[in-house]
């Protein structure tokens, strides 16, 4: 089957714009990760989603930020009022059950430049 | 100073050459994982260890809880294993990730 997928692949923005990512992962992952990976920088943790659970968004770094996930399917990252220091790789990521100790499956990631 | 600290972060190396990455973590953690990133950004998930040492073909991953350090080796290198790895660990969340900066290997022909 498909990997984890994410759309758009590149995305350019104005400062103060909105952007939209998507994530679909791997079909039967209840678990859903999205991190941010910035140029010279580790990967981030964002927020993680756990089937109906409520999600853990302690990542997320200002309100700006904001996702949803329906289901255990498709989860949109949503960033308002874009700034540079947005701009970096938004990897997302699935796994089987969301206990940790397992295996996370990578999406390609969204590059987003915010101009 | 970060939880999670890999040297060296660059390495170059002749095709062969055998390879040793390192990561040191200053907290408790569950379970550490090694991750490897292409160039174009894919990352994909080689080891993931709690103890003692784990092998998958040319790579092989050793960890020491007292000591709280991991190593990755890649016998015989390859061009194509030319990529940033990255060490991530577990700390006691069941699926938070602490991740290290990654250690970039470039390995000659």
């Known amino acids: 089957g498909a990997g984890v997928s994410q759309s758009p692949s590149n995305k350019v923005t104005e400062k103060g714009k909105d952007v939209e990512l998507r994530c679909d992962p791997i079909?039967?992952?209840?678990?859903l990760y999205w991190y941010r990976q910035r140029l010279g920088q580790g990967l981030e943790f964002l927020i993680y989603?756990?089937?109906?659970?409520?999600?853990?968004k302690s990542g997320l770094p200002s309100d700006r930020f904001s996702a949803e996930r329906t289901g255990e399917s498709v989860s949109t990252l949503t960033i308002q009022r874009t700034q540079q220091e947005d701009s970096a790789v938004y990897l997302c990521?699935?796994?089987?059950?969301?206990?940790?100790?397992?295996?996370?499956?990578f999406g390609p990631g969204t590059r987003l430049l915010v101009l | 100073k970060n939880e999670v600290e890999q040297s060296p972060q660059n390495l170059t190396a002749q095709e062969g050459e055998f390879i040793t990455i390192n990561c040191s973590y200053s907290?408790?953690?569950?379970?550490l994982h090694w991750l490897q990133q292409h160039p174009g950004g894919g990352i994909v998930s080689l080891f993931m260890?709690?103890?003692g040492k784990k092998k998958h073909g040319r790579l092989i991953a050793t960890i020491n809880i007292q000591e709280k350090h991991s190593s990755l080796h890649i016998t015989a290198s390859h061009p194509r294993d030319s990529a940033v790895y990255i060490c991530?660990?577990?700390?006691?969340?069941?699926?938070?990730?602490?991740f290290g900066k990654g250690t970039l290997l470039t390995v000659n022909p």
């Open positions: 991530a660990v577990l700390k006691g969340s069941n699926y938070k990730l602490t």
């Open positions: 989603f756990q089937g109906n659970s409520a999600p853990d």
């Open positions: 907290v408790g953690i569950s379970a």
């Open positions: 990521a699935s796994s089987l059950g969301g206990r940790g100790q397992e295996t996370q499956y």
């Open positions: 079909s039967g992952h209840t678990a």
């Open positions: 260890l709690s103890s």
